[in-house]
């Protein structure tokens, strides 16, 4: 609800800046509070290495890794071209959504630019996913050249590229069959059940929980300003205040 208020006050916004409206009605609206008492749902150090554990004999195993220690959404994950991955980093550039209903004409699955001002963002990889991924893409190569000339190089959305997540055949993986292949392995890994999303979460609790700056985070996560990303995950954590009031205790003494 809060984030439909922003977009309806964007947008009204918007309209009264061209003259369409006189005022912005929304502006007469508060948005409901937020309600810091529900938890995100995300995993800790140990579930996370569980998870991965398991996850190692899977097909996509190097895409759940990435999922996890870089935190894109997944329409990113799905709109990543092997052009877009080099030996350090993954520049997000596009992301393969699905429309809530068909479209006459039209695929329910459509790619569109990841950003408003479509401007890439880089997100830097540890040497361990970066390896993973190296290995993803001999393993999907191998693939293309067993299936032979029906392979779709268009990713079967009609886009041209050299698609990352991809089903044997080449077709991009559904965002329905990804999250569903997602559940089993959380199951099978016997670690709190969390959506996709969590994925995201889980890398922003753990990266700020190691120290790693609030704009890195927020950067990486392609969030607008880093005080959206401490509003989301900067809450009360009783664990990192000890430890921080330790730490500045010990620079002290």
């Not at 900067?234 to 620079?251: F, I, R, W």
């Amino acid at each position: 609800m809060r984030n439909v208020h922003t977009t309806l006050s964007k947008a009204l916004g918007d309209a009264v800046r061209r003259g369409h409206l006189v005022v912005n009605p929304i502006l007469a609206v508060d948005p409901p509070a937020r309600d810091d008492s529900v938890e995100r749902g995300a995993w800790n150090r140990d579930e996370v290495r569980r998870f991965l554990e398991v996850a190692s004999g899977d097909r996509l195993h190097a895409i759940w890794r990435l999922a996890l220690t870089a935190g894109p959404r997944r329409g990113e994950l799905l709109g990543l071209w092997w052009e877009d991955v080099d030996e350090q980093s993954v520049h997000v550039r596009r992301q393969v959504l699905l429309r809530p209903r068909a479209v006459r004409g039209g695929r329910r699955l459509y790619v569109r630019q990841t950003l408003k001002n479509r401007r890439p963002r880089r997100v830097r990889l540890d040497e361990q996913t970066a390896t993973h991924l190296r290995r993803w893409k001999a393993e999907q190569a191998s693939e293309r050249l067993a299936f032979g000339r029906p392979w779709h190089a268009d990713g079967g959305l009609g886009v041209e590229g050299s698609w990352v997540v991809t089903e044997p055949d080449g077709t991009v993986v559904h965002p329905d069959t990804l999250l569903g292949r997602w559940q089993r392995l959380v199951s099978a890994a016997d670690v709190p059940a969390i959506p996709l999303h969590g994925a995201r979460h889980s890398y922003a609790e753990i990266a700020l929980s190691a120290g790693v700056r609030l704009d890195v985070v927020s950067r990486t996560l392609g969030h607008s300003t880093a005080a959206f990303t401490a509003d989301q995950y900067a809450h009360d954590n009783d664990e990192a205040a000890t430890e921080a009031a330790k730490l500045v205790g010990e620079l002290l003494r």
